[in-house]
């Protein structure tokens, strides 16, 4: 991304979708720390409501608010999306691409339903172009998704059991406009069921999967074996 920036600011959690997560799937051991940031998202909800109000206009930073809702140092509020508008029910996580024919800058918002897609070239009219969808929807798992992009594809893990790693063509989204479309993955690794995150080294094309069911995550025991190592293509 360039460095002008959003603040594209998403309410958190619902009480319906927290409050009736079971926390528990056969083989998976909560640890205390996840058991944690379940407790943690359950909070979040009362905060939802108050985010839920912000204005859709730009907001400045005055003494350590925007709009009177979002603390700031700094940073405008520029545009507000609502999970609403997103079609979600819960976003955790927020990663961006710029298209390097257009030039055009996207926010990849990670959600419990998929990874939506926005068009923030125009920061102040951020457009929704579509959702790349989950692989697979964990009721017991639902929270988490991560994103990393390289080489103009978008590489994506999630808690979900069974959903393993998307890999979605980012130019795919070129020229898309009009109402928000459902894309579909342009390749899927399944060598690992779930995992909390992944990083990409960029000089050597290889993706390795934190947290994933092949080794002791952040909230299960088993025998560790290596980290899923994931080499990547250029093109």
């Known amino acids: 991304m360039r460095s002008r920036w ?4 998403m309410a958190a959690l619902t009480a319906t979708l927290v409050g009736g997560a079971a926390l ?25 409501k108050k985010l839920g109000k912000a204005p859709k206009t730009s907001a400045p930073c005055i003494r350590g608010m925007a709009a009177g809702t979002y603390p700031c140092s700094g940073v405008d509020l520029l545009s507000h999306l609502s999970l609403e508008d997103l079609g979600v029910s819960f976003v955790n996580d927020i990663w961006g691409w710029t298209d390097p024919s257009t030039k055009n800058d996207y926010a990849l918002v990670g959600a419990i339903e998929g990874t939506v897609i926005v068009d923030i070239s125009d920061p102040k009219r ?7 969808p989950a692989h697979a929807l964990d009721p017991d798992f639902p929270f988490w998704r991560d994103i990393k992009v390289y080489a103009d594809h978008m590489y ?16 795919t989204v070129r020229g898309v406009t009009g109402a928000p479309v459902t894309f579909a993955e342009t390749a899927h690794y399944d060598d ?3 995992a909390h995150n992944l990083n990409i080294n960029t000089e050597t094309g290889y993706a390795y999967v934190v947290g994933s069911n092949t080794c002791a995550g952040a909230r299960m025991s088993t025998t560790c074996r290596p980290p899923a190592q994931v080499l990547l293509p250029t093109t």
């Open 6 to 9: 959003t603040l594209l600011t």
């Open 156 to 171: 994506v893990v999630s808690e979900q059991t069974d959903h393993g790693l998307q890999v979605f063509d980012l130019t």
């Open 192 to 194: 690992f069921s779930w």
């Open 24 to 48: 528990a799937h056969p083989g998976r051991e909560l640890s205390p720390q996840f058991t944690a940031q379940a407790t943690q998202f359950q909070a979040a909800v009362a905060a939802a």
């Open 126 to 132: 951020p457009d929704i172009v579509g959702t790349l």
